[in-house]
């Protein structure tokens, strides 16, 4: 087992927003990472600080969830939000909060 997390980035236009929302997409990947071990998240964002967040292993990574960065008082009213709504997702995909156990999930088996 790993412990260590591996985070990639993908360059982008160098200007201040990109590189303020590059440093709060990892802060993001890592609380996911060290609340929901092992699970496939994929962390960008969108212009106005806009954490866009998928679950690569749920459908492909066609579901996920948008956090409100520039909305949050403090760094660590985003990370709970980060993580609730981490584990939020997991729930309604019928997934138990916790490492994941690598088995891709597809949602609409799930719903039945």
């Not at 440093?23 to 600080?49: E, I, Q, S």
């Not at 066609?62 to 993580?83: C, N, P």
């Not at 729930?91 to 690598?102: A, K, L, P, S, T």
């Amino acid at each position: 087992m790993n412990d260590t997390l591996d985070i990639q980035t993908v360059d982008s236009t160098p200007d201040a927003e990109n590189s303020q929302m590059e440093l709060v997409a990892k802060m993001a990947a890592g609380v996911l990472g060290n609340h929901y071990p092992d699970h496939l998240w994929m962390v960008g964002w969108a212009p106005g600080r806009t954490l866009v967040i998928k679950n690569m292993a749920i459908e492909n990574g066609k579901y996920g969830f948008t956090v409100d960065a520039a909305r949050a008082a403090t760094v660590s009213q985003l990370e709970r939000e980060i993580m609730i709504a981490g584990g939020e997702l997991l729930e309604r995909c019928g997934v138990r909060r916790g490492r994941w156990d690598g088995e891709m999930m597809n949602y609409l088996s799930l719903e039945k």
